[in-house]
């Protein structure tokens, strides 16, 4: 979804489902951002004022900017608080997980949105020379603002609000969003409906209005409070608060004079009606001031207060927890009414002493909300739980806390009766007294304001309940007829005791009490404070409060593990914790931040600097396609491996879904930056006007896109990362990085590796070069980096180069392998070091062994290859032992068949060797015989392949001689391969394989023919001639394996380091660390054996890890052939190695039922047993004497052994 698509919601839908009544609100705040991104734009760019910002408009834009953004932070912020303390606390409760995430969301805009007031106050004091960059700067963060918004709005509508109207009826949604809607300041309330109908059609306002009737109570004065402020339409007299309301002027920052008396003109007074006169005289009797009643609202406040605190410290001096709910309900109660009650002292009486004092001067203001009285409170009261804090230290806090709260609010309470109060009466008249009153009541919420008149009223005698009943009636002028209505009849009844004071605390615990609490963990099961549901009237979060007013107290933090870690901390506090295989992550998220910061920069100097677009093209298609990578990995493998741990669900759906939407953006990007591409040109002739304008548009989207990623990947590592090293082992979490890994081609990895190494310090390096040894330790992986990658030389692993998979030796490689065969010899034979015969081939299965077990079987008879092309020097070569001379061949020859047997014994039983350095020593002494037989009896051979070595193989060969196709039957190619071993001209390894006598090395071929030109030359993707024209010697080339092909989908694995078939990893196939094989990806889930493909087929005993065949996997774990499968199976139904049943074999079984039902067994036999193994389930039992068939007792197989 684009940042200003809109949500459809039909009537009979919003009717059904009361709760995407708040879609209405997401598609009014995206008309309003992108309202605002234009209004700014267009003030950049000039467009309605002749092509440049007059410095006398620039001031009203930006007030207006100022004006819209202080009434959407306002909006914005409540509407967030209450999803977190009411919807997504619900639907917790059903659907785990949820909370957390978009939490997090919420607050991750709080920075981009200072940024914005910032730049607002720098262009109010720029001059105008340096006004079209700061409004370059403010464009930009609107727009990162935008984007961050809108996706977490999309998201929610993708995630949230289907869980919503799936988990709840359309009693308990209509629940929920009055609780909304009674958790928001009554001012605030007003201009929110207001506003939101601005953008909505007649046939929506009239399907949000039935919505409201059905979702509000049926309490005739309440619904017409409720929908007076939804029918409320645009006063027609002008004033900045018109469009915005006044609750922005209010409740954002503290009103001056200037708002205040604005919104009073504007509701019909006269300014001088602010003033006593004598058309207002003052009256200091207490039954006619309008003030008095805030008075009486002290005492009874104060009473109750005391109580509550005598109550408490009783609790913890009897250490009986029985009544502790019902304080702390209460408690929760006094701190949210005196939060709101200071608020409105402060932002409405405080500022208007200080305009008010002429002649006196003005109260010394006092701020009540600092640390040491209510916001200490507050944190404790709805701290969540922690098991190492008990219930008794619990109230120990509290009643610490309460005793700094009580006498804080006895002296602030005093300083306003004294000092505040008195200053207001000399100075406003009657009405302005009453104004402000009921001002300051409209901006507590409706839940909690009638909790506050209630709970107030029952307090009251008659002679003061009727004082303010008649103040009530007189100022109902003030305000809207129906609140007036509303609050009469609150008064009303809670004097006249029809609200018991039982009744009250029980609508006082549905509304404060809070399942995050402290209070609830510890004492949910205790009778005497049982769970209320939310069903009263006027439903209030209590939790809002808290948020809203002290949201610097919020840290981020996983309610699922030990770490509590600031936003801004995270990446300092990963790097602070020991190493671990997860780590990977959050390397690749340190490089992906550096790259995109560095995008950013890049992308600001684009319209000035042509000649940087090459670059930026080519880093953003790096990151882009590295980003998408790693996200599939994560939502294909890291994120279902910790749901399976049933530790997490639901919340990495949420961070599947940023994935999704973060590969959309790049895809916006890429396109900007393909029109971009089409202008380049252009810019090279003059034509730069549009393209320095899609350069500042993809700046702004850069900026955008960077915030999204880190906001992403700091919640990423905020609420999983943490879980992931808590509750994973290092084996499951090497799994977990093996898996990913297994997904990534080798060209992405060959980007990626460098990219990354590039952004971490030496440490961080060392440390990952680590986990990826650890992680890939079966696999080639180190030979293919060494292969490829300069850089790995600075971590001790050693490079493969073509010297090692060459003909020649050297000296010291020489004379250890003549050391070791010297050792097993009868008589004291001693091989020279020029007896190249049976010491290359040696020496060449030893490099193979020694670097990292690479295939041995592979290149099991390359080393033949080598020992032929050197048999015509070593022949004429002689060597002296012991002062005669004989020739190399003879040094094995001269053994009989008792002494070969007895060298071979020899090796076999010398325990210093490895088993694979004792097959290769035996092989080569076996095989060097025959060898040399074959040398003897073709003499000629060898001189003649080095005469015709020059001139064999240089023609063309064709896989479709009609059509005149280069290539040969096994490839489709337009080159010939120079073969290392022999220097000959083949199509193929395979065509070489089939015309000698030795295996090729392909590998190890440097030289190619081209086939068009017949040239030989280096070998490479294409003809380096100028005739050919860089033709492309096949589509696919593999510069390790040096292998061509034109027609199939080929792909080079990194961890088996060979090309194989199909469209690659991640696509088709994965590459299974611990089986050390490419798997299709239908076989994620299958049994692992260490090492499975790097043996021989049980059947045919060829190797199978380079086999050309196509092998199936049993399921034990083993691996035959296909073909040798179909074969075996035809008489057999186990496996050839462990003996495991093949299949369900269940039919079968059912057969040897029936049929040893009906056979009869000897008398002599009857009533005997005997032990057996199963070999499906592994476990012993006794089984009926047969002579063939026994079952097993606990699996019902027949696949069993006697023991």
């Known amino acids: 979804m684009s940042d200003s698509e809109l949500t459809v919601i039909p009537g009979a839908r919003l009717r059904e489902a ?73 639907l917790d409760v059903h659907v785990k997980n949820v909370v957390s995430a978009y939490t997090l969301e919420h607050t991750s805009t709080n920075d981009i949105m200072d940024l914005i007031f910032h730049y607002l106050d720098v262009l109010k004091k720029e001059d105008e020379r340096h006004i079209s960059k700061a409004f370059q700067e403010l464009v930009y963060f609107i727009g990162t603002l935008q984007t961050s918004i809108c996706k977490h709005m999309a998201k929610e509508e993708e995630q949230v609000f289907p869980l919503l109207t799936q988990q709840f009826s359309t009693e308990v949604q209509a629940a929920f969003v009055w609780q909304f809607i009674c958790s928001v300041p009554m001012l605030l309330l007003e201009d929110f409906f207001r506003w939101m109908n601005t953008f909505l059609s007649s046939d929506d306002r009239e399907n949000v209005l039935q919505c409201i009737k059905q979702v509000v109570p049926k309490d005739l004065l309440l619904q017409r409070v409720v929908i007076s402020c939804i029918q409320a339409t645009e006063q027609t007299v002008t004033g900045e608060y018109d469009k915005y309301g006044k609750g922005s002027l209010f409740l954002n920052d503290r009103a001056n004079f200037q708002k205040i008396l604005e919104v009073y003109k504007s509701e019909g007074h006269s300014k001088e009606a602010m003033k006593p006169s004598h058309e207002y005289p003052v009256n200091t009797t207490a039954q006619h001031n309008p003030l008095d009643s805030a008075r009486l609202w002290h005492t009874a406040y104060r009473k109750d207060l005391l109580e509550a605190a005598e109550d408490l410290y009783s609790i913890r001096d009897s250490n009986n927890l029985s009544g502790l709910a019902p304080a702390v309900v209460q408690l929760k109660f006094f701190a949210d009414v005196i939060v709101y009650y200071s608020n409105s002292l402060d932002k409405l009486f405080y500022s208007m002493c200080i305009e008010l004092a002429e002649d006196c001067p003005a109260p010394s203001y006092q701020r009540f909300l600092d640390d040491s009285q209510i916001e200490g409170l507050q ?232 000649a940087l677009f090459t670059e930026f093209y080519q880093r953003l298609h790096l990151v882009r396609v590295l980003h998408k990578t790693q996200s599939d990995a994560e939502d294909v493998v890291a994120f279902p491996a910790l749901e399976a741990k049933e530790i997490i669900q639901n919340s990495s759906h949420s961070f599947s879904i940023d994935h999704k939407m973060d590969i959309e953006y790049f895809n916006r990007i890429s396109y900007i930056l393909g029109q971009i591409s089409e202008l380049f040109v252009d810019t090279l002739n003059g034509g730069m006007a549009m393209y320095r304008q899609l350069c500042v548009k993809l700046h702004g989207m850069c900026k955008s896109m960077y915030k999204m990623l880190s906001d992403h990947m700091n919640r990423e590592e905020a609420e999983l990362w943490p879980l992931f090293r808590e509750h994973l082992s290092l084996k499951e979490q090497e799994k977990i990085i093996g898996c990913m890994l297994g997904r990534t081609r080798a060209e992405t990895l060959q980007e990626m590796i460098p990219w990354i190494m590039a952004s971490l310090t030496d440490g961080e390096q060392k440390a990952l070069v680590l986990l990826w040894r650890k992680v890939t330790k079966n696999t080639m992986f180190d030979q293919w980096l060494g292969e490829w990658w300069e850089g790995m030389k600075s971590y001790d692993i050693p490079k493969v180069n073509k010297s090692n998979v060459s003909t020649s030796v050297s000296p010291q490689s020489t004379t250890d392998v003549l050391e070791i065969i010297s050792k097993y010899l009868p008589r004291g034979e001693i091989l020279s070091k020029s007896d190249t015969v049976n010491h290359n081939m040696i020496h060449f299965e030893t490099i193979i062994e020694n670097d990292k077990d690479m295939q041995v079987s592979k290149d099991q008879n390359d080393h033949h290859c080598k020992a032929c092309s050197e048999f015509g020097k070593s022949n004429t070569e002689r060597l002296t032992i012991d002062g005669q001379t004989e020739t190399t061949e003879n040094s094995v020859l001269v053994l009989t068949q008792e002494e070969l047997e007895a060298t071979i014994m020899r090796v076999n039983c010398d325990e210093t060797l490895e088993p694979k350095q004792k097959s290769v020593i035996i092989q080569n002494l076996m095989m060097s015989r025959w060898i040399n037989k074959q040398k003897k009896s073709h003499p000629d051979d060898n001189a003649r392949e080095n005469n015709n070595n020059n001139n064999q193989g240089v023609f063309p060969s064709y896989r479709d001689s009609h059509k005149l196709v280069f290539g040969c039957q096994h490839y489709k190619r337009n080159c010939k391969l120079v073969a290392s071993c022999c220097n000959k001209l083949f199509t193929c390894r395979l065509c070489h394989d089939d015309a000698t006598d030795h295996i090729m090395d392909r590998k190890a071929s440097t030289m190619m023919m081209c086939m068009k030109c017949l040239i030989i030359q280096p070998i490479g993707p294409t003809c380096s001639t100028d005739s050919c024209n860089n033709l492309s010697m096949a589509k696919y080339y593999c510069p390790i394996c040096k292998l061509f092909d034109d027609e199939r989908k080929i792909y080079h694995c990194p961890y088996c380091n060979l090309c194989r078939v199909g469209k690659g990893l991640g696509i088709d196939y994965f590459h299974c660390m611990n089986c050390n094989a490419c798997m299709s990806t239908s076989l994620s889930v299958h049994t692992c054996r260490e090492k499975c493909l790097e043996d021989n087929c049980p059947i045919c005993h060829e190797y199978i890890f380079t086999s050309k065949n196509p092998v199936k996997a049993l399921p034990c774990g083993h691996i035959m052939h296909s073909s040798c499968f179909q074969e075996y199976t035809c008489s057999n139904y186990t496996c050839p190695i462990c003996c495991k049943s093949l299949g369900d074999m269940h039919v079968y079984f059912r057969m040897l039922d029936a049929m040893l039902a009906v056979e009869k067994i000897p008398d002599e036999y009857l009533g005997r047993t005997q032990d057996i193994l199963c070999n499906d389930c592994e476990k012993k039992g006794t089984a009926p004497y047969h002579w063939l068939y026994h079952k097993c007792p606990r699996c019902g197989s027949y696949n069993t052994r006697r023991i």
């Open 18 to 90: 009361p709760i995407l009544l708040l879609l209405h609100f997401h598609n009014a705040l995206r008309q309003e951002l992108a309202d605002l991104r234009r209004l700014a734009a267009e003030a950049l760019d000039g467009t309605n004022y002749g092509g440049i910002v007059p410095p006398t408009i620039v001031p009203t834009v930006i007030r207006e900017l100022r004006r819209r953004f202080e009434f959407l932070k306002l909006v914005n912020k409540y509407h967030s608080v209450a999803e977190d303390e009411v919807i997504f606390r619900a």
């Open 379 to 610: 944190l404790l009261l709805y701290s969540k739980s922690e098991n190492d804090v008990s219930a008794r230290n619990y109230v120990d806090n509290l009643c610490d806390k309460l005793k700094l709260f009580v006498t804080g609010i006895r002296k602030y309470l005093a300083f306003v009766e004294t000092e505040v109060f008195p200053f207001i009466v000399m100075n406003c008249s009657h009405e302005m007294q009453l104004w402000l009153l009921y001002t300051g009541l409209e901006m507590m919420p409706l839940g909690l304001l009638k909790c506050t008149v209630t709970w107030f009223s029952s307090h009251l005698t008659e002679d003061e309940s009727k004082s303010i009943l008649h103040s009530i009636k007189q100022g109902g002028h003030m305000v809207n007829k129906s609140i007036s209505s509303l609050l009469y009849e609150w008064v009303r009844i809670g004097y006249l005791g029809k609200t018991s004071i039982a009744k009250f605390r029980e609508e006082l615990h549905a509304a404060f009490e809070n399942r995050s609490s402290f209070l609830s963990e510890q004492i949910k099961n205790t009778s005497a404070f049982p769970y209320l549901q939310l069903n009263n009237s006027t439903s209030y979060s209590s939790g809002m409060s808290f948020h809203v007013f002290f949201p610097q107290k919020q840290k981020t933090s996983t309610r699922f593990s030990t770490y509590v870690i600031e936003n801004n901390n995270i990446e300092s506090s990963s790097r602070s914790l020991e190493s671990k295989p997860v780590d990977h992550i959050i390397f690749f998220h340190i490089a992906l931040k550096k790259d995109m910061e560095y995008l950013v920069s890049v992308s600001a100097n684009l319209a000035e600097n042509v």
